[in-house]
């Protein structure tokens, strides 16, 4: 883990792409739905399942057979102390929805590794998992989704559903 005190923090730059790593850098306080925008009109794919979920960085985030830790390369955060750190992926420490990252810490851009991908089906495919989400799933309402881990075949908010919870 790398540590600094603010004042002696780099500018961040902006979001840019690197076309021989597809690494989408830098997304500063950017909703899941602007990252996953951001990596498809940047060609770079991988980043898809961000378009209907929230939570991604501290806890994990993840649908459709891809999580945050699949493809985080690494966090920079503020601490209470004005201590600027960056975390690579392993100190995360990710597991199903939740990390042992620090306790306290503001992630204020992030790394992302992603792969070379077509803009426009990149979009089409974010297409298909917003109307999918919003088909399949109660998207107005609280649900066990973000608590509890869904069965194959099975969306665990309608299991508590149906068990009366």
């Known amino acids: 883990m790398a540590r600094r ?3 002696s923090a780099r500018p961040i730059r902006p ?3 690197s076309s021989l790593k597809n690494l989408l850098t830098d997304i500063r306080l950017l909703s899941n739905i602007k990252v996953a925008a951001a990596a498809a009109e940047a060609g770079i794919d991988g980043l898809i399942f961000y378009r209907g979920i929230g939570g991604a960085l501290y806890m994990n985030a993840g649908c459709y057979g891809t999580e945050t830790r699949d493809r985080m390369v690494e966090l920079r955060a503020v601490m209470r102390q004005s201590e ?3 975390l690579n992926n392993a100190e995360m420490d990710y597991h199903y929805h939740k990390s042992n990252g620090l306790r306290g810490a503001v992630f204020v851009s992030a790394v992302y590794q992603g792969f070379a991908g077509d803009r426009d089906e990149i979009l089409n ?8 989400r919003e088909a399949s799933q109660p998207t ?3 649900t066990g989704d973000s ?5 194959e075949g099975h969306s665990s908010w309608k299991l508590v559903d149906a068990a009366g919870g």
């Open 5 to 7: 005190n603010c004042s």
């Open 15 to 17: 979001i840019w792409r």
């Open 84 to 86: 600027i750190i960056t």
């Open 125 to 132: 495919r974010m297409r298909e998992i917003t109307e999918k």
């Open 140 to 142: 107005k309402s609280k």
């Open 147 to 151: 608590t509890f881990k869904s069965l």
